[in-house]
């Protein structure tokens, strides 16, 4: 089982990118765990070391996967 | 089953994108088909109404997903 991340922001971009991850992901193969910024702020940290430089984006098997654009890590940690 | 295309150029960022929706998207609910712009020019035109503005992109569901940034469509029909 394959650990994957899906970061986000809480925006219209998100949501939707969020929806097509828990609707088409496989979860047979993938453990996916949702980690939204405006609730964990202390999580922006460990996703800019990963290489996350806008939501959203999937962290999954070492890649960073950013889907389309919503904002900017920069954006996100003046919110 | 839901159809979905994955549309892509042969970059790399384009080939690691396959990679990750070929091993970890729901075979179950997504019948996906890879389509390579080298070998398909001609499905360029039906990318770009289906909203696609780079590669590589899945289009799945009625969505667009733009995942990183390979090439803009300009630089594909200049190949």
Do not use: W
């Amino acid at each position: 089982m394959q650990k994957a991340i899906f970061y986000h922001a809480g925006c219209p971009v998100c949501v939707n990118a969020e929806k097509m991850v828990l609707d088409y992901l496989d979860d047979s193969k993938v453990d996916l765990e949702i980690v939204h910024f405006e609730e964990n702020p202390s999580r922006i940290n460990e996703a800019e070391e990963a290489g996350v430089k806008s939501v959203p984006a999937l962290v999954l098997n070492g890649q960073t996967y950013h889907i389309n654009y919503g904002a900017s890590m920069e954006d996100v940690k003046k919110d």
